[in-house]
């Protein structure tokens, strides 16, 4: 690797949770290091220590490490940094850049455009003589924000620096400052906000904002992660799905669109569900056993494996796939919904009676999804009925539910003894 390869970086300020708008920006910086072959750097900006916490800086890794976001070179805080602050600001003051006022040192902005090609917006300019000198150390010698982020981002020798729009005002000040100590400027891009399906910036009145919030929802990373690189970022073509090796190949600045992001959550589920249907039982089995074994269920690895692969297409999160899973190993967790109390209120009588013929049949029959589907098959021919008429019914009285994997396959995953023993109860009880 040259020394030119890029290096980027996420610098988070440990005063909150992983925000999803934080780990998009992660991710995209992520994106392009990767694609680059270049760094991808973590700093922890704990300068304001009353709100910064090492529990959300545990947080804040824990999420990054969740969706893979590996850093390179060892981890920043910005909070052992402060020498390296104080010497520059010092060094402005001595140079007549900045100068001394109640005790503070105050920045003097040179008059004059301050103008960038943004990565995202192409270019953007300020007037010096809008934006005013300002404060880069306290009087009690701590640094403000715009001085300890040049420093550090010099000092880390940051050649891109990729974040939210909300920063865009602050870029001309640290423009501003780069050009006082005479140092190169670094490529700057504005990535666009996250705003909620109302077209408000995204909070808590939408739902989730934090990261782990997803993870404990039963999202899995790869496709919270594909999701993420879909808010604001477009491959081209209406590609949504992508391995992450094919979101490193194809990500560029091009693609960050300027118009703000909606976080939809109806997508992200339906991309989660897309997700679990492509990944194996055995895959998701360590995720869905801890949410099982809290639902109280404790069935063995192969029945619950068994379970997961037939329910897994039709869920949206490794909670719903948990759900479904012990209402087949144990009918305490059927419920049975609005849709299904309708269906058999339609008609109670034909549907216990269709209960009892599957039953007459069922017992008589090797316990094989293939046995089963015939021997049902043939009971709706001899009735002449629809196939479905028969199957309804099985699958109300099992799932509590009118849609799941097909019956046959429910049948085989419930077991012959849990299934006939369900159903008698089910004919029994209507
Ligand atoms: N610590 C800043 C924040 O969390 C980010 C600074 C930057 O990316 O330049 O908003």
Do not use: C
Request: glycine letters at 8%; hydrophobic letters at 45%; proline letters at 5%.
């Amino acid at each position: 690797m040259t020394s030119t390869a890029p290096r980027l970086r996420f610098a988070p300020s440990p005063t909150g949770y992983l925000h999803v708008g934080g780990a998009r920006t992660a991710l995209f910086n992520w994106l392009y290091a990767r694609h680059e072959g270049g760094k991808f750097l973590l700093r922890i900006e704990d300068t304001d220590k009353a709100r910064s916490t090492d529990e959300h800086t545990q947080v804040i890794l824990d999420g990054l490490t969740w969706l893979g976001l590996d850093w390179d070179e060892e981890l920043v805080f910005q909070g052992a940094r402060v020498k390296r602050h104080q010497e520059t600001a010092d060094r402005l003051l001595a140079e007549g850049k900045a100068y001394m006022d109640e005790g503070a040192i105050r920045f003097r902005l040179p008059p004059g455009e301050i103008a960038w090609e943004d990565a995202v917006h192409g270019r953007i300019s300020f007037q010096g003589a809008d934006i005013k000198d300002f404060i880069i150390l306290r009087s009690d010698r701590t640094p403000i924000y715009n001085l300890a982020v040049v420093v550090d981002d010099l000092d880390m020798r940051i050649t891109h620096v990729l974040r939210g729009d909300d920063h865009i005002s602050n870029t001309p000040k640290q423009i501003a400052l780069y050009q006082a100590l005479g140092a190169p400027l670094p490529v700057f891009g504005h990535v666009p906000m996250i705003n909620g399906p109302d077209g408000k910036k995204l909070s808590k009145r939408h739902g989730a904002t934090a990261v782990g919030d997803y993870q404990h929802m039963g999202i899995l990373p790869a496709a919270m992660r594909n999701f993420l690189a879909l808010l604001g970022w477009s491959p081209g073509g209406d590609r949504e799905i992508m391995t992450l090796d094919e979101m490193i190949r194809l990500f560029s600045f091009a693609g960050i669109q300027q118009k703000a992001a909606i976080f939809d959550m109806t997508k992200l589920e339906w991309m989660n569900g897309q997700y679990l249907s492509m990944t194996p039982a055995e895959d998701l089995y360590p995720l869905v056993a801890p949410q099982l074994a809290q639902l109280g269920v404790n069935g063995n690895r192969d029945a619950v494996l068994k379970a997961i692969a037939a329910v897994k297409t039709r869920s949206r999160t490794t909670l719903d796939v948990a759900r479904q899973v012990a209402a087949r190993l144990d009918a305490k967790h059927v419920v049975v919904d609005e849709k299904a109390k309708k269906e058999i209120a339609k008609d109670p009588a034909g549907y216990k009676a269709s209960l009892e013929a599957s039953l007459a049949v069922l017992k008589a029959t090797e316990w094989t999804p293939e046995a089963l589907e015939r021997t049902l098959r043939a009971l709706a021919e001899q009735k002449g009925v629809a196939a479905g008429k028969i199957f309804q019914p099985i699958r109300i009285a099992l799932t509590g539910g009118t849609v799941s994997e097909p019956v046959n396959e429910l049948l085989y995953v419930v077991g012959r003894d849990a299934a006939l023993r369900r159903l008698e109860a089910a004919a029994r009880e209507t």
